[in-house]
């Protein structure tokens, strides 16, 4: 099971770091990824990570504003977001999946989401 969390408001430009916890022992072989959703739009990749940590691979547009990392003695995984905008606004997932993928589908178990919105 996966309990993403530490969504919110914020200004634009402003940081969160959203975090999500798993149960379970074989945390460490799951890539790990994070999607979100906004309010009429598909589910969008965000990030992924591999399971030792050591891959990471980001969509376009938050190259270079988000950071995924992982801890895999406290079994979590973190998405950091800097310089946020407005149009970052949108309900934010962890997933895992027994690969290193930007595809949703690929994707066995998925966290409930949490709600980031970013006001201009």
């Known amino acids: 099971q996966l309990q993403a969390s530490g969504g919110g408001l914020v200004q634009a430009g402003g940081s969160l770091r959203l975090s999500c916890a798993a149960s379970?022992?074989?945390?460490?072989?799951?890539?790990m990824g994070w999607f979100r959703q906004a309010p009429g739009k598909e589910r969008e990749f965000v990030a992924a990570?591999?399971?030792?940590?050591?891959?990471?691979t980001y969509a376009d547009s938050m190259k270079g504003r988000f950071t995924i990392s992982r801890d895999n003695a406290k079994n979590t995984v973190y998405l950091q977001m800097n310089s946020l905008k407005p149009e970052d606004t949108a309900v934010y997932y962890c997933?895992?999946?027994?690969?290193?993928?930007?595809?949703?589908?690929?994707?066995?178990?998925w966290g409930q989401g949490t709600q980031v919105t970013v006001s201009s």
């Open positions: 379970g022992r074989t945390f460490s072989s799951y890539g």
């Open positions: 990570i591999s399971g030792s940590g050591g891959t990471k």
């Open positions: 997933a895992a999946s027994g690969y290193l993928t930007r595809v949703r589908d690929m994707y066995d178990y």
